[in-house]
């Protein structure tokens, strides 16, 4: 069975492209019955919103041609329409219609790379609607409380893994270590770093293990794969930061060695006590504290990059640090770095 489209135009005030106008002779006659007597689509869901007293219909941009047609079903109907809200769509970064050539396709896939759901829901309500001003990190109830159907932009939005990943970030250093830690614990465990019931007997550490590598990880994983320097018996140098910062193996060598002669006899295992020791060392020597941290870096993490130092120290304890610094010495002096 078909519905005979009338003469004229259909048109309706949308909620976020405004006015819009089709001329219904470009609308054929459609199909709202099957010839066993189902619905198909246009009237079944027409039905169903007329049953359910739905007075908002929010969707993509990709049913507005579905629009005119259930406008003219409500109407025979004797109902009036809802009001309706065309979405923009979503696009991947290369400016094409999101599909599973981008990668994840599945909530559960991104939960995998360590996405967080506060993350994830605060990344795709930004997607197409903006609430005003520059923030752009919010909480759900934040979120609920500022959203509008005049904040919906027009043009299509697109999907930037990228800018996922800032965000998670954002979210990361937000959360407490309590609230991340099951998911850290989870992780870690499958990574074979170490037992949930070791981490539990040090909580009070493990939860500043967690505050201090939160600042700089973007995923659940990043925070993982910085904590194996401190729960792992050796490190894994870097090549790029042993060519860097370790250029000079007998010069530095000479240096870590009287560097960990200073900090073994430090007064406190403090920052602050920590920081002035090495700074002295550093002018004894006559170079700038920069060729003492860099290479200690190198020596208690493996890397290039990591929290401040001496909060990395503090949080590796005096054991595990000076055991770290003996490692580098002996790497040095041996010329194996892996």
Not at 27 to 44: C, H, K, Q, W
Not at 55 to 63: E, L, P, S
Not at 127 to 138: A, H, I, N, R, T
Not at 179 to 191: F, H, K, Q, S, Y
């Amino acid at each position: 069975m078909r519905f005979r489209v009338p003469e004229g135009t259909t048109a309706w005030d949308d909620a976020v492209h405004g006015r819009v106008e089709f001329d219904n002779a470009a609308i054929e006659d459609f199909i709202i019955l099957r010839s066993d007597g189902t619905p198909v689509y246009n009237m079944a869901v027409v039905s169903d919103d007329i049953e359910m007293r739905i007075t908002h219909v929010i969707r993509g941009d990709d049913h507005v041609s579905n629009t005119p047609k259930q406008i003219l079903l409500y109407r025979a109907l004797g109902q009036e329409p809802p009001i309706f809200a065309h979405v923009p769509m979503i696009l991947g970064p290369d400016g094409k219609r999101l599909s599973k050539r981008h990668g994840a396709t599945a909530v559960g896939e991104y939960r995998d790379q360590g996405i967080l759901p506060e993350a994830m829901v605060n990344f795709l309500a930004l997607l197409g609607w903006s609430p005003g001003g520059d923030q752009e990190v919010f909480d759900v109830d934040e979120l609920i409380r500022r959203f509008s159907l005049e904040g919906i932009n027009k043009k299509s939005a697109v999907f930037d893994p990228q800018k996922l990943e800032w965000m998670n970030g954002q979210h990361l250093s937000r959360l407490s270590a309590a609230d991340l830690e099951p998911e850290i614990t989870e992780r870690i465990v499958r990574a074979g770093l170490a037992r949930a019931e070791d981490l539990a007997a040090r909580r009070d550490w493990y939860h500043r293990l967690i505050d201090l590598l939160k600042v700089r990880a973007r995923s659940l994983d990043d925070i993982v794969e910085q904590a194996r320097s401190y729960l792992l018996d050796r490190v894994v140098y870097d090549e790029e930061a042993v060519r860097k910062h370790w250029k000079d193996p007998a010069e530095v060598r000479a240096r870590l060695a009287a560097l960990r002669q200073r900090l073994a006899a430090a007064p406190a295992w403090d920052e602050a006590t920590l920081e002035a020791e090495l700074r002295a060392l550093a002018d004894e020597l006559g170079v700038g504290a920069g060729k003492l941290i860099h290479p200690l870096r190198v020596s208690l993490t493996g890397t290039a990059v990591s929290p401040g130092i001496f909060e990395v120290l503090v949080v590796m304890g005096p054991e595990l640090a000076l055991r770290r610094l003996d490692d580098a010495i002996g790497a040095l002096e041996a010329g194996t770095f892996s």
